[in-house]
């Protein structure tokens, strides 16, 4: 998830990383994560690796301590 000089992930990170300063792990932060997710991953595209990427991304930001990932073999495109 990289692209150009500030990359793609460098910008979703910054944007989870401030929702989280501002609202916490409530349902706020949870929307701005399925906003950028619906940015990223528009309907009817396959999502699980990117929701899994993101999900890794809140890990390593320590807003969760593990991580829950989609099954790559039982995803479904939505």
Known sequence: MEYGAYGLADQ????????????????????TYQRVLARLVPEGQERAQVANEMAMMIQSLGIVRQ???????TATDR
Request: proline share 4%.
């Open 12 to 31: 979703v990170r910054d944007e989870l990383e401030d929702s989280y300063h501002k609202h916490g792990c409530g349902a706020e932060f949870w929307n």
């Open 67 to 73: 991580a829950q990932l989609v099954p790559a073999d």
